[in-house]
């Protein structure tokens, strides 16, 4: 008998564990699980099996028992550089951002996904705090928008290269979820993507640093600090008064050194508030000795803030200024390249969009916001 729909686990919320007793239990073999996952991940969706020599029966009851269609697609955009951006509707109805985005390279791209529906945060340039936090994702949910990403590039000749958790949410109030979705998504035996090709981004969550360190999977960290000094930080994103600039930075030395992965600071640039010399200066001094990359994004402005400040996009003069008194002391520092331009791209905005509310302007690119 078929489950409800509204009852059925996606078939990527099961581990190989989980689907091997899946099959033992409706008397089919359990070494068929590995491979079912397999076709499942390279393909994006049940694609795969019907080049596989299955028991008869075997994927009717799949079908009967768990969801195998991709999400719901509500909104997809395209730009110009060819950034792609999909909204997706979960089993509940909320929705959910995932971004593909060009490469240097012609035949890859990166993907980013996000961790929850809404956001916590409340940093106060971000589209996404506006909405609220809603409810962490599941692992399938998260696995799912990676294979809704690989069958978007595989549809134009692409391969997904890269997956950064930049979109949506803090992946650190969601890390057991985020940490068995890397498990499913990068070793060979599923995803094949690569620990080393995966980077989960923090606002600043020690706690999740270190816990993300102790489960030593081998991906990178990146930490958006977005200002030099605890005070500045502390009016962009209330988490910066719970945790301060250097105990945030103590925790990334703490993770490089375990993992010999250099962390990346994410920065971005905001007129009259972030983008002084003097700050680029305070900036240098701090990550200078550490071998950290500084990772510099041009704001992307979403309206009026949570707390009613219409933040505006630093000037290229005084951006580029910014860059080179970092560069000046030693600081490996570039600007991300702006994506997707004249679409919804950066982090909350289509979802807003989707639902009728302001989205402020489209003049920057995919992860140009990201808090």
């Known amino acids: 008998m078929e489950a409800n729909a509204e009852s059925r686990r996606t078939l990527s919320d099961l581990s190989v564990g989980e689907l091997e007793a899946w099959l033992a239990e409706s008397g089919f073999k359990a070494s068929h699980a590995e491979a079912l996952l397999r ?8 694609a795969g099996w019907g080049e596989m020599l299955l028991p008869r029966g075997l994927v009717e009851k799949l079908r009967g028992e768990f969801l195998v269609n991709r999400p719901e697609q509500v909104a997809r955009q395209v730009a110009e550089d060819g950034t792609t951006k999909l909204l997706l509707k979960l089993r509940d109805g909320r929705t959910v951002e995932t971004v593909m985005m060009t490469d240097f390279r012609e035949d ?8 929850q529906v809404g956001c916590a945060m409340g940093c106060d340039f971000c589209a996404t705090t506006k909405t609220g936090f809603e409810r962490n994702l599941t692992t399938g949910e998260i696995v ?3 294979l809704a990403l690989r069958r978007e590039a595989a549809a134009v000749g692409k391969n997904v290269q890269t997956l950064v958790f930049m979109g949506m949410g803090e992946p650190m109030l969601n890390l057991d979820n985020v940490l068995e979705a890397v498990r499913r998504i990068a070793p060979n035996e599923l995803g094949a993507l690569g620990w080393r090709q995966i980077t989960v981004s923090t606002v600043g969550i020690v706690p999740g640093i270190e816990k993300m360190m102790e489960a ?4 990178h960290l990146a930490v958006s600090l977005h200002a030099p000094d605890d005070e500045t930080r502390a009016k962009l994103l209330p988490m ?13 030395d703490r993770y490089q050194a375990k993992t010999g992965r250099p962390v990346t600071i994410q920065y971005c640039l905001l007129k009259g508030v972030n983008d002084s010399p003097e700050q680029a200066r305070m900036l240098a001094e701090l990550v200078g000795a550490r071998r950290m990359h500084v990772n510099l994004l041009w704001y992307n402005p979403t309206g009026l803030s949570l707390k009613g400040v219409a933040y505006e996009r630093a000037e290229s003069e005084a951006g580029e200024a910014f860059v080179a008194v970092l560069r000046e002391r030693g600081v490996v520092a ?10 919804d791209a950066a982090c909350g905005q289509l979802r807003r969009r989707a639902a009728g509310q302001d989205v402020g302007t489209t003049e920057s690119g995919a992860g140009s916001e990201r808090a």
């Open 334 to 343: 570039h600007f991300r390249r702006p994506r997707g331009r004249d679409i």
């Open 216 to 219: 030593n999977l081998n991906i």
């Open 144 to 146: 799912e928008q990676f």
């Open 108 to 115: 890859r791209v990166a993907g980013c996904v996000s961790s």
């Open 39 to 46: 076709a499942y991940y390279e393909s994006g969706d049940e």
């Open 240 to 252: 910066g008064k719970r945790f301060g600039v250097e105990e945030i930075l103590a925790a990334a």
